[in-house]
């Protein structure tokens, strides 16, 4: 083997090294200080430094880029985060809110009748049935509630309890087929009875003598008549009257005030002759 091929390595990195140091050199030195030798050799690595700085900046750039992204998409994430939190609690906040709003209108209520005992529930349930009116609420026999018990929510009645268990108890609507109640109009004093249509929101008022003075707008409440209900509570109002025909009575429609459809608190109120409790024990 010859000396150049046991050599050229060391040739070649020794070649390698030498022109570093000549290329350092060069580049130290004063523009104006500079030889041919010196200006060549700049002239033909030239354009090696400069791809070799193109590659190494472009690699830096890449790198730092890549970091940065996968900063950003983690502070993405931790904003993503924030942000369904905040909904969160923007929307448990409303709610609350709308709660407080109506539980105060119930207390309000309650104020303004002097009502005694009434026992605070919530709805829970809206019956299903295709010829029943009912919601279910989470007051029953446990919280003192009984059979024959006057329910009302914010606007007006809703009800009457037909069924009790400890922690629960079924009330029946004012627009059930089933329903009836003794009311009075609050402007004349026209009395009727106030009865459910089952599939309709409206309720015909029925028993209205000829001659009674009922106008559309006219608002009926409770009557003390039959002892079932407290006296005064809202009903609704008249939407149409029907024209005296031949015979004793006249008949009317009634929108109830209460919106069945929206009712989530109510507070229930002991009957007045206390039939539906003595059932219950």
């Not at 003192?144 to 809703?158: F, M, P």
Request: charged fraction near 25%; charge should be positive.
């Amino acid at each position: 083997m010859s000396w150049w091929q046991r050599n050229r390595l060391r040739v070649f990195w020794a070649g390698l090294l030498i022109l570093a140091l000549a290329l350092f050199q060069a580049g130290l030195k004063d523009a104006g200080k500079r030889n041919w030798l010196d200006r060549a050799l700049l002239w033909v690595t030239a354009p090696v430094q400069h791809a070799v700085v193109w590659v190494v900046d472009g690699a830096s750039n890449i790198w730092h880029d890549y970091i940065a992204l996968v900063g950003v998409r983690e502070e993405n994430r931790a904003l993503r985060r924030q942000l369904e939190q905040a909904q969160k609690r923007l929307i448990r906040a409303r709610e609350l809110e709308a709660e407080n709003q109506r539980l105060q209108t119930l207390l309000d209520l309650k104020r303004s009748h002097s009502w005694g005992q009434t026992i605070a529930a919530r709805v829970v349930a809206v019956g299903t049935s295709p010829v029943a009116r009912t919601i279910r609420i989470d007051a029953g026999s446990d919280q003192g509630v009984a059979v024959g018990d006057a329910v009302v929510g914010g606007r007006g009645l809703v009800g009457r309890v037909t069924s009790v268990v400890g922690g629960w108890s079924e009330v029946r609507l004012v627009v059930d087929g089933h329903s009836a109640v003794a009311a009075v109009n609050q402007r004349s004093r026209a009395r009727g009875i106030i009865r459910g249509q089952g599939e309709s929101d409206l309720c015909s008022i029925d028993y209205l003598v000829r001659t009674a003075d009922v106008k559309i707008g006219d608002r009926f409440v409770t009557s003390v008549i039959g002892g079932v209900f407290p006296p005064g509570i809202l009903i609704g109002e008249v939407t149409e009257v029907g024209s005296p025909q031949v015979g004793v009575f006249r008949r009317a429609s009634l929108k109830p005030s209460e919106r069945f459809e929206r009712l989530e608190e109510v507070l229930v109120m002991p009957t007045r002759s206390g039939g539906g409790r003595e059932k219950q024990r």
